[in-house]
């Protein structure tokens, strides 16, 4: 899923400085289980922009909303009414989410309340860690499953590089060296052999690299 | 004749948080009119989002009483309270409110005294603060 | 010959090869680099122009390249994989060859957390081991990877570097089968200072046979001090320093630490003369190359064939 975090509050107390009524908006999919923009994060957040800004002098009225989800336009409706009311969005949806508000709702500004950071899982509760880096062609068939491109620093092919040391990368002690993983996934599953096969240039034409990406499916549209 | 401030908000765990308050009721002891107590089944109840809303609906401070580090009945109720209770305060801190509107308050059930005393701290420390802005 | 470079002309001869390290200046002094060449020449078949290492942003190792073939000596330019993609690595490789730069050594780069530009993109678009083969392919073929035709003869004697101290261990000597069969022509490995585990690796690599299809250069860097020796067993990653050896340089006394570390590093470099398969030292001395003269005469490697 999407891993977001929040944006620091005075980045967003800022963002806000111009309005005196907004809408805030939370998403029911990805950030309600990574608890960044979900129904409970709608509720704190409203409270502490209104208390921030009484506290200012400057009163806001914060209405408080989570749509289902704010990736899909069918359920861009559910803002309709609240959107006539209001100066502005404070989106804590995912960067999509956000863009999809500003589209549909074209002459109110749409501000994000959320850094949109990787995809990935919780490791732990509260461990998000990055898994994907959707670059549109996936590899993990010759790596054990787990992916180098997401959690190599190099994003090497042909790793690990000299700076692996006790399963470490060498950017930090924190970070696990994707190589490493791969080999004893590999070592458990007897395949080590395919360690010995050079892994040939990718093609990033598939990646962000390529320029925007779309999928067309003629079999789905009507 | 009750007095309207401060309004202090006691989020009390019914294990420690509440029979405390009772006690301490029982003893007489000296607590703020505008003192709103509200029983959780536990500390971990404590959500950010209750906290918040208490503080934003007219609060002068929040208060949450737990039981103690390894008495929590749900095993870590009162260790996730206390987390968020720090977590918030650096969010208030962010707004440019003062940390001290939240505080976490380990109590022990039949601690009474300790649970009137602590009441009064706050109230204390937000009359400090009032005295000096 | 593959480039008739200086440094392939003495593994041709079976003679034991020695480069050394250069660093390039943080600007464009070309003083700086002259001074630095003056006590290497005549002292190593080949100096390695490091690239924006650490990625501490320095001048170019093409550029330097270039400088020391101006002043007569041979580099070995390295280029690194962090900083240029594809078409960047292909135009500098054709760059560097028509500026007279023979020999090329293939990294990946230390990643730019390391640097002073920590905000910085970092590229990747080739690992070492295909940038290997990119350039073996421009040589052996006469062909780009994307397919089309090399004007003219790119000639360049093709070295990677290899980590026998890095984890996980089996897998060294795997990677280093891959980049032989991407066309390693040379080998300079990280500093050895674990002697018992060098040997281990080398061992494996006899057994692949891989010594006879690329020449392997034991890397070695004198130890400045004993603090220099803690730090760098605790602090480096895929650096491994035995518990003696800086125990050893802990215990030198005051002032004569340097001098400690270069006798090591001279007994290093004795004992990887008679280690079958190893066929040349690589002296890393970066901001010690005036040093470099003494080790290399005291380790007997002097005067270097011509």
């Not at chain 3, 692949?208 to 001090?225: A, D, F, Q, Y």
């Not at chain 3, 603090?227 to 125990?247: C, E, L």
């Amino acid at each position: 899923m999407i891993i977001a975090e929040q944006k620091p509050m005075e980045e967003i107390l800022e963002m806000l400085a111009p309005y005196k009524k907004i809408l805030l908006a939370g998403c029911g999919a990805c950030v309600t289980v990574c608890q960044a923009g979900g129904e409970k994060e709608v509720g704190v957040l409203a409270s502490q922009i209104r208390l921030a800004r009484k506290d200012a002098g400057n009163p806001i009225e914060v209405l408080e909303m989570t749509m289902t989800r704010q990736c899909e336009p069918e359920f861009m409706e559910e803002a309709e009414d609240a959107m006539k009311e209001v100066d502005a969005v404070l989106s804590i949806a995912c960067g999509i989410g956000v863009q999809l508000m500003a589209k549909t709702f074209f002459d109110k500004p749409a501000l994000p309340g959320l850094n949109t950071t990787f995809l990935g899982f919780p490791e732990e509760h509260g461990v998000f860690t990055e898994r994907c880096a959707a670059c549109g062609n996936c590899v993990l068939h010759l790596t054990g499953g787990i992916c180098p491109i997401a959690r190599c620093s190099k994003s090497l092919l042909n790793g690990p590089c000299g700076g692996s040391q006790d399963g470490k990368c060498e950017i930090s002690p924190d970070v696990e060296c994707a190589w490493q993983l791969i080999y004893d996934r590999l070592k458990a599953l007897g395949q080590l052999e395919n360690l010995e096969n050079i892994i040939p240039p990718k093609k990033w034409i598939t990646s962000r690299d390529g320029g925007p990406r779309k999928i067309v499916r003629e079999d789905l549209r009507i | 004749m009750g007095s309207e401030k401060p309004k202090i908000v006691a989020f009390c765990c019914e294990e420690s948080g509440m029979p405390a308050y009772e006690h301490a009721k029982s003893l007489g002891l000296p607590l703020p009119d505008a003192l709103k107590v509200i029983a959780l089944p536990c500390g971990g109840k404590a959500e950010t989002g209750y906290i918040m809303k208490a503080l934003d609906e007219g609060a002068d401070a929040v208060m949450i009483f737990a039981c103690y580090e390894g008495n929590c009945k749900y095993v870590q109720g009162n260790i996730r309270a206390k987390k968020r209770v720090d977590y918030l305060k650096t969010r208030l801190e962010s707004l440019g409110i003062l940390p001290e509107k939240i505080a976490f308050c380990p109590v022990a059930p039949a601690s009474g005294a300790r649970f009137a005393e602590m009441v009064q701290e706050e109230v204390q420390a937000l009359d400090s603060r009032e005295n000096k802005s | 010959m593959k480039s008739g470079s200086n440094l392939e002309k003495v593994f041709e001869r079976g003679e034991f090869a020695v480069t050394a390290e250069l660093g390039p200046p943080k600007g464009n002094d070309v003083e700086a680099v002259i001074s630095k060449a003056k006590y290497l020449r005549g002292v190593a078949d080949a100096v390695n122009v490091t690239d924006n290492q650490t990625a501490i942003v320095r001048m170019s190792s093409i550029a330097t390249s270039k400088i020391l073939v101006d002043l007569g000596l041979e580099p070995v330019m390295q280029m690194t994989c962090r900083d240029r993609n594809r078409i960047g690595i292909e135009s500098d490789i054709f760059g560097a060859s028509a500026l007279g730069i023979k020999n090329c050594l293939c990294l990946s780069g230390d990643h730019q957390r390391f640097g002073n530009e920590i905000d910085s993109k970092n590229v990747y678009d080739l690992d070492s081991i295909q940038l290997l083969n990119v350039m073996k392919t421009i040589r052996d073929e006469g062909r780009l990877l994307g397919g089309e035709e090399v004007e003219g003869d790119v000639n360049m004697f093709i070295g990677a570097a290899a980590n026998p101290f890095g984890d996980p261990f089996e897998m060294r000597v795997v990677r280093l089968a891959k980049k032989v069969k991407a066309g390693a022509d040379f080998i300079q490995t990280q500093c050895i200072y674990d002697m018992d585990r060098f040997r281990e690796w080398m061992k494996m690599a006899r057994d692949r046979g891989l010594h006879e299809r690329t020449h392997i250069m034991g890397g070695v860097m004198p130890l400045k001090s004993g603090g220099m020796a803690r730090y760098m067993q605790k602090n480096v990653p895929g650096i491994t320093i035995p518990d003696d050896m800086v125990k050893r340089m802990l215990a030198a006394p005051k002032g004569k630490g340097a001098a400690e570390g270069i006798k090591i590093c001279i007994e290093t470099i004795e004992q990887l003369k008679e280690i079958e398969g190893v066929d040349g030292v690589h002296i890393m001395a970066l901001e010690w190359e005036h040093r470099v003269p003494e080790i290399c005469e005291e380790a007997g490697l002097l005067p270097r064939p011509n």
